[in-house]
């Protein structure tokens, strides 16, 4: 018998008139699924799908990737660059010969009135690497500026310091495939589920063969730690103290792998001196985990013959970012659990292309990894490039957490911004709004003339989006993916690549290095820069990253597919070989609800978003899941405050307050609330984002808040819809 749908309405998929199905990767997160997008007889592209025998994604997509053909051409892209002299006065339409002229005039008048590095440059995680090294090249070898930054500041700082000090560089080492191989899994501030859903999907399909346990460390009941065969509830910004109590138990309990530590690491002494004080009966009280839950999952991760941690915003954006990281290296080096299959402190990057600026960008040094402070470094670079060794700085400049307060001084007067949002995604944007107001010049280069940043601009700049272009994406496993032009540039925009070639062309300094004119030539020049080294490339070339779906580094030249893993051999990156044991003192320094705040605030993201929606937003099957703001809040706290689901509720902290909706949910305990931060004029008005000492990520996860009633419910919904309408 036939019942309901398939009777009386069957499913039909709709035939859209694909004639040509065309490879590219995907644009959104750092998984890195290989895509195709389809075109019909007028070549509009019209679908997408994953490519099945992409090793990252197996066929599958998430439903930003399902619906990214759509981007091309949403409300708002930029089709022209637009000009206007002060921030009062209407942009007005120019050619691209005007507006970078002027852009390089008045670049080169700021510097020439208030030297060289009052002029500052903030990237992203979301452009193509051969523009990263391009934009690089320009920064460091013909600007000159040292305040020269990302976005990813924002973002993958904290894993970068803690790599860097524990391991001598940055670089993850290992890959989605470990999940087939693991015996413990440990997820520390990742919700894998919404914010990597193919990597989640590699994980679960791994886990429903072999079973591994999987421990999900995170305040609230994510998607997750619903799955979770232990969800560990801890108290906000307190992941330091329970790492230091995991390894307390494992060494007190001589569970650690001793040979490994005598072999590959160095401080063992004063690491285990340090973790002595963090007894879990002590830690439990700072970190609200009780110390036979501590105990057990000690003796879980160190018995398993092969455990593997993996962390992102939660670890990352805290005031303890960077030690966390350390944290959860420290957990891997006294147990062996790295360079193995099924073994890693795997870090979950964020963005599409946040490998890819951390490798090649040169913004926290020179690329491929070479440090500023390193004079042999420098030299190579200079060489390599043909310009003087002294004019490349001698120490990395400003963290793009500190240029913007230095806008305030007045230190820098000048400021290039290329694809980041920071009127939406930095914290206080109050504070935000009046330091870009005292810029003298703001350029803002998105694929979005309408995004937010651009009302404070001088100039804007429209750029071509993603596979309006070609070129590489590095993914969470090194994965270098090639990301193929699929349709031409909406309007006028132009490739960032092209972009930075005309600035550099036109900037007026004499021994400039030369700048190839595709990216694929740009390609050849990072191989070169690559060979013998960590993140070794030479083994790529465009054609066989389409044929492979990807490679990952290191993949020298001759090798017939890239490395898994890292470390392997136990030999690290810093000079004697050895990883570091460091230990880690915890220092109680945020925010804390008080009675006038009693609540934490929490923030992060929902998967049918990306960031601040220039993309989402505009999309409407993804828009339509959440298209205003909103928090998460428990029961009982809204039924004290006589709120009801569904309500207007305002949020207020010391910064300033916003309005959402109330979402009534168990996932949060009575103590906080979340908030999607995706949403402009909404979370970031009552964010703090304290910094990291090492990394200066901002602590975004934590800030204490008070949560009103609204009283005229109506008033409250015009003044959101009035606020959120393009
Ligand atoms: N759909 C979608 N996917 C995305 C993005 C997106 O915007 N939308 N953005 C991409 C980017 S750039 C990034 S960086 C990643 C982010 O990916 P995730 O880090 O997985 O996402 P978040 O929601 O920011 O934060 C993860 C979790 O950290 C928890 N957390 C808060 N405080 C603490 C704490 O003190 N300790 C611990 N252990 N956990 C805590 C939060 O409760 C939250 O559930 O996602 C990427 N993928
Ligand atoms: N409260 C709170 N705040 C947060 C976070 C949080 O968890 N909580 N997370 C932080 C994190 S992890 C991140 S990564 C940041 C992200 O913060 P942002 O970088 O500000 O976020 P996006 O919206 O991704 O901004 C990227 C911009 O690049 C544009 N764009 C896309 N592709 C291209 C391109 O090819 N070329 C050019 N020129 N432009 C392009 C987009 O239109 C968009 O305007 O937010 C941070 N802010
Ligand atoms: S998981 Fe990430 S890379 Fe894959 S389709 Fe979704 S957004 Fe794109
Ligand atoms: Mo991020």
Redesign the pocket.
């Known amino acids: 018998m036939l019942f309901g749908r398939k009777k009386k309405n069957p499913i039909r998929l709709p035939d859209k008139g694909v004639v040509e199905w065309r490879y590219t990767t995907c644009?959104y997160c750092s998984t890195g699924c290989s895509i195709e997008v389809g075109l019909d007889r007028q070549g509009r592209p019209v679908a997408a799908r994953g490519v099945a025998d992409a090793d990252v994604n197996r066929g599958k997509l998430c439903i930003k990737g399902i619906l990214e053909y759509e981007l091309f051409r949403t409300p708002g892209r930029g089709r022209v660059p637009l000009l206007r002299g002060s921030i009062q006065a209407p942009f007005r339409e120019a050619g691209w010969d005007e507006a970078l002229d002027h852009m390089v005039a008045e670049m080169v008048r700021i510097q020439e009135t208030h030297g060289r590095d009052a002029f500052a440059i903030v990237s992203?995680?979301?452009?193509m690497t051969e523009e990263f090294y391009t934009l690089g090249k320009l920064a460091r070898g013909v600007i000159g500026t040292n305040n020269y930054d990302g976005?990813t500041t924002?973002?993958m700082a904290s894993a970068v310091s803690g790599y860097k000090r524990s391991f001598g560089s940055d670089g993850p080492p290992g890959c989605y495939e470990d999940f087939e191989h693991t015996d413990c899994l440990l997820a520390i501030g990742s919700n894998l589920p919404e914010q990597h859903p193919v990597i989640y999907w590699r994980m679960r399909e791994a886990r429903e063969r072999r079973g591994f346990p999987l421990i999900v460390v995170d305040p609230r009941v994510t998607m997750l730690a619903q799955q979770a065969d232990m969800h560990l509830a801890l108290n906000p910004g307190t992941d330091v103290v329970l790492l230091n109590a995991l390894a307390h138990v494992i060494l007190d309990e001589g569970l650690q792998d001793q040979a490994y530590i005598d072999a590959h690491t160095q401080g063992f002494e004063a690491f285990q001196a340090l973790v002595q004080q963090y007894d879990p009966r002590s830690a439990a009280a700072v970190c609200g985990i009780d110390e036979d839950r501590i105990r057990h999952l000690a003796r879980l991760f160190a018995r398993a013959p092969a455990a593997m941690t993996i962390w992102t915003?939660g670890i990352n954006?805290s005031t303890h970012g960077s030690d966390g990281v350390v944290a959860i290296n420290n957990l891997h080096l006294i147990t062996g659990n790295i360079g193995r299959p099924g073994a890693a402190p795997l870090s979950i990057t964020?963005?599409s292309n946040a490998m890819g600026t951390r490798e090649w960008s040169s913004a926290s040094g020179l690329p491929g990894y070479r440090y500023l402070e390193n004079p042999d470094d420098r030299r190579e670079v200079a060489r390599f490039w043909g310009i003087d060794e002294d004019f490349l700085p001698q120490h990395r400049g400003l963290f793009m957490t500190d240029i913007l307060p230095a806008i305030e001084t007045g230190q820098i007067k000048g400021l290039w911004l290329?694809?980041?949002?920071?009127m939406?995604?930095?914290?206080d944007t109050a504070r935000i709004r009046r330091t870009l107001q005292r810029l003298e010049f703001l350029v803002v280069?998105?694929?979005?003339a309408d995004?937010e940043t651009n009302e404070y601009s001088h100039v804007y700049l429209p750029?071509?989006?993603?596979a309006e272009k070609q070129g590489c994406f590095t993914n969470t496993e090194r994965r270098v993916n090639l990301v193929r032009n699929v349709v031409a540039p909406y309007g006028d925009s132009r490739p960032?690549f092209w972009i930075f070639n005309e600035i550099a062309r036109r900037f007026p300094r004499t021994d400039k290095p030369h700048f190839p004119e595709t990216t694929e030539q740009a390609f050849e020049e990072m191989k070169q820069l690559s060979r013998g080294r960590m993140l070794d490339i030479s083994g790529m070339d465009y054609d066989r990253l389409e044929v492979e779906r990807g490679l990952q580094w290191p993949c020298p030249d001759g090798q017939a597919r890239g490395a898994r893993r890292l470390y392997t051999d136990g030999r690290f990156q810093h000079r004697d070989g050895r990883a570091r044991l460091i230990p880690l003192p915890f220092v109680d320094n945020n925010e804390r609800p008080d009675d006038d705040y009693p609540m934490w605030l929490n923030?992060?993201?929902v998967v049918e978003h990306?960031?601040?929606r220039?993309?989402t937003g505009k999309i409407g099957n993804q828009n339509k899941f959440s298209p205003v703001p909103y928090m998460e809040i428990n029961p009982d706290a809204a039924a004290a405050l006589g709120i009801g689901h569904g309500e207007y509720a305002r949020l207020v902290s010391r910064r300033g307050d916003a309005l959402v909706l109330a979402q009534l949910t168990q996932r949060v305990p009575r103590n906080m609330v979340f908030v999607p931060?995706h949403y402009h004029e909404c979370?970031?008005r009552v964010?703090l984002g304290l910094l990291d000492p090492h990394s200066r990520q901002p602590a975004?996860k934590q800030c204490a808040v008070r949560v009103e009633k609204v009283q005229d419910q109506e008033a409250a919904a015009r003044l959101d819809l009035a606020a959120r309408a393009y």
């Open positions: 644009g992203t995680g979301q452009i976005n924002l973002c915003m954006q964020g963005q290329v694809a980041t949002n920071p939406t995604s930095m914290a280069q998105d694929a979005y995004v750029a071509a989006l993603w960032d923030s992060g993201r990306f960031h601040t220039t993309r931060f979370v970031n964010s975004y």
